[in-house]
């Protein structure tokens, strides 16, 4: 499952809504959104520029659909969403 422009701008509006409430987004991302893969790293542990950067996290995007899974900044190629915090 790829994820849409739109789905991908709701995660967002949530996780600046939400991102002073809670010590770990993805608990809550996962439950707004059960269809995708959400991973929580440290925005150190990735060099790449990210999709984007919200509150205090930035947000890189998976795409899972081959054997390998990379990183992409197409949200229509997107299967995942990493949420690194800053």
Request: proline content about 6%; charged content about 20%; aromatic content about 6%.
């Amino acid at each position: 499952m790829c994820i849409s422009t739109e789905t991908m701008h709701e995660i967002e509006l949530s996780l600046m809504q939400f991102h002073e409430q809670t010590q770990n987004p993805v608990a809550m991302l996962k439950e707004c959104f059960p269809g995708i893969s959400f991973l929580r790293m440290s925005a150190a542990d990735i060099p790449e520029a990210p999709y984007r950067a919200i509150a205090d996290y930035n947000l890189h995007l998976l795409d899972g659909r081959d054997h390998c899974v990379q990183l992409t900044n197409d949200p229509a190629l997107a299967t995942g969403v990493i949420v690194a915090r800053r």
